[in-house]
């Protein structure tokens, strides 16, 4: 057997593979509660559901779809974003459809990057994207961004060489839940102008925002799309969709081109019947987006104070989107005395029954992440799972 050196370096997902541990404790019979996993916990709203049994009904879910997607998906989308972004000129050419917003970015970095390019990620930054970036022969950056958890022009400008190609942004953040502003992000795309970088910028949480915070994607700063800009998003966290496989590159039609034909010898298309399921969750009622939004507002209101009075669990900035908490825990190894913070993740998923990620898996130390998606009794039962092990060993 001969295994390559690039898979042998590859290691599988963290968050995928600690909340597989927890879904398999608890087929096992152990009550663990999984707050490891960006998955909503909300059905598929049935209007979705619906188009999708008619399409495989009627006979259109049983063939071949072009590589970047059904023709009216792609202009469906193409639409949706200019009317979201009020951006001009944009038709079903600037769109690819793919197999989940991961697909969307693993064909962009192949579409983008040479060998050695460097593309700059602000750290803490979803596992993914590092090892995407390196599967395409690329060189992560990782720019540590400190408590406020966002990255600056300065923070950039310390990591530019003349192999610096791109720079990732992801907001509302995984794992951070921070959201940029206007002001920030123009900086920012000030910043890369003058260095004429590409920007892929991850807007996949862009409609779940919370407490009247509003949010502005970096491709809205101009009229028409920048053509250095490429929109990454998808309908798994908006219309609870993460088993149906929907994302979508958004990005200038000559650079579409070639993602579809990387597309093309790559998943050949999307699974179809999940594209009758997106053009539905895009073009009919919205009423299920709305109320699973205001679901993680609460959600966010109600666990934010307990988490912050968590002895040793430092949070001072409230989350403004997506659906994570990242809280500094430093202070909750100090009581315990537990070595680092992977132990103590481990113990509280063992001896707390409660799933969490380390946030080394978002490189980071000292911090880990709490995934909100989940209902309110759930959330509120393990946070008291955690002060009870944190009173137990201290
Ligand atoms: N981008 C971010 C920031 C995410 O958190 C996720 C999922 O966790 C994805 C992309 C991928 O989503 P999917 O492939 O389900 O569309």
Redesign the pocket.
């Known amino acids: 057997m001969h295994l390559s050196n690039r898979s042998q370096q590859l290691q599988p997902s963290a968050t995928m593979k600690i909340s597989a541990q927890a879904k398999q404790m608890v087929a096992d019979g152990i009550d663990v509660i999984n707050l490891s996993i ?1 998955e909503p916990d909300f059905e598929t709203p049935d209007n979705i559901k619906q188009a999708a049994i008619a399409a495989i009904n009627d006979g259109h879910a049983s063939f071949y779809t072009p590589a970047a997607g059904l023709p009216q998906l792609r202009a469906a989308i193409a639409d949706r974003t200019a009317a979201d972004y009020q951006l001009t000129g944009l038709t079903g050419k600037n769109v690819a459809v793919t197999t ?3 697909m969307a ?1 693993y064909s962009v970095f192949q579409t983008i990057l040479d060998p050695g390019d460097e593309v700059l990620l602000p750290e803490p930054y ?1 596992v993914s994207y590092a090892e995407q970036i390196k599967l395409a022969g690329g060189v992560p950056v990782t720019i540590p961004v400190g408590d406020s958890f966002k990255v600056t022009p300065a923070d950039l400008e310390a990591k530019l060489t003349d192999k610096t190609r791109a720079f990732l942004l ?1 907001s509302p953040e ?1 794992p951070t839940g921070v959201i940029y502003d206007q002001a920030e992000l123009q900086t920012l795309k000030d910043w890369t102008d003058a260095h004429d970088l590409m920007v892929v910028t ?1 807007d ?2 862009g409609q779940l925002t919370y407490n009247g915070a509003s949010f502005t994607s970096i491709a809205q700063l101009t009229d028409a799309l920048d053509p250095n800009i490429i929109i990454i998003s ?1 309908a ?1 966290k908006t219309y609870s969709m ?1 088993g149906w ?1 929907m ?1 979508y590159v958004v990005a200038d039609a000559a650079l579409v081109a070639k993602v579809s034909a990387f597309l093309s010898h790559a998943t050949g298309n999307p699974t179809a019947v999940s594209q009758y399921a997106l053009l539905e969750a895009l073009t009919g009622d919205q009423t299920q987006v709305e109320v699973m939004r205001q679901a993680f507002e609460e959600r966010l209101n109600t666990i934010y104070p307990l988490v912050t009075a968590l002895p040793g669990f430092k949070l001072d900035t409230k989350p403004q989107g997506a659906f994570y908490l990242f809280p500094d825990v430093a202070g909750a190894l100090e009581l315990t005395g537990i070595a680092t913070t992977g132990e103590l993740v481990n113990q509280l998923l063992n001896e707390a029954h409660v799933s969490l990620v380390d946030g080394n898996a978002f490189g980071v130390d000292h911090h880990i992440r709490i995934s909100y998606a989940t209902d309110l009794a759930s959330l509120k039962k393990a946070v008291s799972r955690i002060a009870d092990f944190l009173a137990a060993h201290t």
């Open positions: 960006g989940g917003a991961k970015l979803w992801n995984n991850d996949i949480y998808g798994s993460t496989r994302g």
